[in-house]
């Protein structure tokens, strides 16, 4: 069996025992309350997404009827925002069946201000290709959910369990093509987050 | 790459040379990216420690290697995905070939994994009736054009974009003289979405496998990985044994690290983590060691298997950046992979660690901090042992040793050099001396320092 090979070869080839280094002076020396959300907005900006400090979800609604047409297939993951079709009702359904969804809204209640990550878990995801097989991604999330960096932010997921989760920072995209950045590469073509304040 | 490699490094990059203002525009596009690294690393305050850190833990994991792979791999089980274990290439190609075969699954879509590239699964699979298409763009465009990729996070940096347009042009249908990366990448997303909704089985890689929770995490910008993996029924993802890390919290220090290095972005658009299989569709993961428990026992060497993969060294490279990746003529290429790849075969690759200048900018790059380029340094002294040097170095080595080891040799040879640079420089001065072909040869002194301290004593008495 390989198995028992390759344990048997990693473990005579293994040196003495180092020991692992203590997080706690990176989560300390980053550790900071001010200003994450408008450091926040700034890098997320910078890397493509559209951000928004909204009031209220009835605000979300407003703007989001001005920016798509109506009559186009919009799922919504978030709890108060019913006017569109729900994700836990669909739950079920082929994967493949969101081929054509146009826009997905999804709630988020970890954001890193470093690097404009968003942590989603398949809890709120509901499905897990719906963040990414939508021609457009909004997230929801609180302005009191934001951590500095992300020594914060794994501190805060702990131990959880989760199916499946992921950071998503920005809109899909690429820069295969001679560096230069292009927006919309196999995911979503953009990225709208809504901060309730 | 499949084809028997005959030309070393330094032929392959002659080849790259010959288009002079390609070789500069590939120059400048890398130190480019390389720059893009700086601005981002000194944003950190805390970037040297964090450095250090992620080195430290690397230092840890290979040290409890095994013992984290067993931990890994119960609790993954735990989670619901199915372990499987290749010692070599050829065992990781029949395992996915024939979990591929056992449910009649004969087209799979694949995001980047540079270990199937050191495995050749693609080639394999192909053989074997299986159609494979990569859906990373850079990785797709190089596989249109029957090329290997030439950087592990740039797979096409070598491309100019109306050669890509003119792939497009004829395996995708894009109009004829069409080079907007915009129209280009747009054209590539129709049809890989396509690829995504068609597929049944999806391969990826594996950035990085937490032993305390069986999860694994995989970072990408394009979204290629999960849309291949969310939509497949069997999701497949190939990982070295050196993917291991002990902790989920030490992903806080890992994911800081990778992309800041590699293009210098704060994080990739998904770090996406996998833990249990979707509701009636599997999790297979292939832990790979093809090698790497050999270097794990190399004392000088063992350092290699902290890499993070982030490309940092080659962007950095001065002679990556001037010979193109191709020339390295292995998966990975750049400083890493030439410290890698003669723990692979050591008679294929002698030549890749004399690929370098030994200035040390990889080291100084490097997330992790290996000792790249004195590992590229012992390399030589072992291969030069071990009798694989490259037989021209090895007799100007012996020459030079043996005029060395003489004075009276040593002065003849001198004089000799310095007549012929004084009244036959053609003699040097051509193509016949691989030291003219990029320099000119140095004006000769009149006399040597032997001969001038001599007469002086003389003068003075």
Redesign the interface.
């Known amino acids: ?3 028992e ?3 048997a ?13 203590d ?1 706690n ?2 989560a300390s ?2 550790a900071t309350d001010a200003n994450l959300v408008e450091k926040y907005t700034a ?1 997320a900006s910078a ?1 493509g997404s559209f951000v928004y400090e909204v009031a209220d979800l009835e605000a979300i609604k407003t703007i989001l009827q001005k920016e798509f047409k109506p009559g186009v297939q919009v799922i919504s993951g978030v709890a108060g925002l019913t006017d569109y079709t729900d994700a836990a009702s669909v739950v079920h359904e082929l ?2 069946s969101f ?1 054509n969804v146009e826009l997905t809204i999804l709630q988020s209640n970890l954001g ?1 201000a ?4 968003l942590w989603l878990t398949e809890e709120q995801m509901h499905i ?2 719906l963040p ?2 939508a021609q457009h991604l909004a997230i929801v999330i609180d302005k009191n959910n934001f951590v500095p ?3 914060q ?3 805060k ?1 702990g ?1 959880a ?20 950045l ?1 927006i ?5 073509r953009s990225l709208s987050v809504f901060i309730i304040t | 790459m499949s084809s028997a490699v005959t030309k070393d490094h330094a032929e392959l990059a002659e080849i790259f040379n010959r288009d002079e203002p390609r070789v500069d525009w590939h120059d400048e ?1 890398l130190w ?2 390389r720059a893009k690294r700086d601005i981002a690393a000194q944003k950190l ?2 970037w040297e ?2 450095r ?2 992620a080195s ?2 690397k ?2 994991v ?5 013992e984290y ?2 931990q890994f791999e119960a609790n993954a089980i735990k989670n619901g995905i199915i372990v499987h ?3 070599d290439a050829a ?1 990781h190609n029949q395992i996915i070939h024939k979990l591929l075969s056992d449910r009649g699954i004969d087209r799979m879509v694949k995001s980047k994994s540079m270990l199937t590239e050191e495995c050749h699964l693609n080639e394999y699979l192909i053989e074997r009736g299986v159609d494979v298409i990569d ?4 990785e797709r ?1 190089v596989q249109l054009a029957g090329e290997p990729p030439s950087h592990i996070v ?4 070598h491309k ?2 109306e050669e ?1 347009g003119d792939i497009f042009h004829e395996h995708l249908g894009s109009a004829k003289g069409e080079s907007d ?2 129209i ?3 054209t590539a ?1 129709q049809h ?2 396509e690829v ?2 068609t597929r049944r089985s999806a391969l990826t890689g594996v950035n990085f496998a937490v032993a305390e ?1 069986g999860e694994f995490v995989i970072c990408t ?4 990985a ?2 291949g993996a ?2 497949a029924e069997i999701h497949i993802a190939s990982m070295g ?1 050196e993917k291991i890390i ?1 902790e ?6 890992f ?2 690290l990778l992309t800041r290095s590699a ?1 210098g ?14 509701a009636g569709k599997e999790i297979h993961i292939v ?1 790979v ?1 093809n090698g790497r ?2 270097q ?2 190399r ?1 000088d060497f ?1 350092n290699s298997l902290k890499c993070i993969r982030c490309g940092a060294c080659m962007n950095t490279c001065p002679v990556y950046r001037k010979s193109g990746g191709h020339s390295y003529h292995t998966a990975v290429a750049g400083p890493i992979g030439s410290i890698l790849a003669p723990n692979l075969d050591m008679k294929k690759y002698a030549d890749l660690p004399f690929a370098s200048t030994l200035c040390g900018s990889c080291s100084n790059v490097c997330p992790v901090k290996i000792d790249i380029h004195d590992q590229l340094y012992k390399w030589r002294q072992v291969i030069v042992q071990e009798g694989y040097s490259p037989k021209a170095k090895t007799l100007a080595m012996k020459g030079m040793a043996f005029t060395l080891s003489s004075p009276g040799l040593y002065r003849a040879a001198g004089k000799m050099g310095r007549f012929t640079f004084k009244y036959a420089p053609f003699a040097v001065n051509n193509g016949m001396n691989p030291w003219y072909k990029h320099r000119e040869m140095p004006k000769a002194p009149e006399e040597s320092f032997g001969e001038w301290y001599k007469k002086r004593e003389g003068e003075k008495r």
């Open positions: 069996m390989s198995r090979k390759i344990l070869a990693v473990k005579a080839n293994q040196f003495t025992s180092a020991e692992l280094p997080l002076v990176l020396l980053t890098i890397g994967s493949h081929a890193v470093e690097n404009g990550a897990r290709v990414f097989i960096t992300m020594a932010a794994y501190e997921i131990d369990r989760y199916g499946y989760g992921a950071f998503i920072s920005g809109p899909s995209k690429t820069a295969d093509i001679e560096q230069s292009v919309g590469a196999h995911g979503p | 596009t480019w990216v305050p805390e420690l964090l250090e850190t430290q833990i230092n840890n290979l040290s409890n290697l095994s792979l067993t274990w290749a010692a065992e859906s990373d763009l850079g465009i740039l797979p096409c940096i100019k974009k890509i990366p915009k280009l990448t747009e997303r890989l979405r995504f909704l929770t910008n394009e979204g290629n999960d849309m969310h939509l044994i002990p989920r919290k030490h992903l806080g220090v994911l800081r293009t972005q704060p994080i990739t658009t998904y770090s996406s983590h996998f833990s249990k299989p979707q832990i060691d428990s050999i794990l026992g004392k063992r």
